[in-house]
């Protein structure tokens, strides 16, 4: 794809196209023309999966365990935002839910989008 020719994705098919030149630029160098068409076109998949395929949000406890295999965290490194180790793992198995202020703790000091946990 020429990054003069770049355009719009309107149907599943300018997707697969896109994806597939994408997947083409994924090692090109920072600085090149390659590069700022990777970017431009990652910036048009993303709109158009927002427009077509949402993702949604994840559960609470999804993000929460996201968060600690990305940091390789334990549950007793959730102790602080939490509460006790029992909490803990009644947080992670669903037996007890998100207080306003484990939310609070554990969005600023693990920066997990609140809105994601204090859904239900």
Known sequence: MDNSRIKSIRTAKDHENVLARIDALMDAEPDSAEF?????LADLV?????KYEPMGYPSPVAAIEFRMEQD???L?????????????SDVLSGKRAIT?????ALHEHLGIPAGVLLRE
Do not use: H, N
């Open 36 to 40: 700022d068409e990777l970017s431009v």
């Open 46 to 50: 993303e709109l158009y999966e927002c």
């Open 72 to 74: 390789e965290l334990s």
């Open 76 to 88: 007793q490194d959730l102790i602080p935002f939490i509460g006790s180790r029992t909490k803990v």
């Open 100 to 104: 306003l202020p484990m939310a609070r």
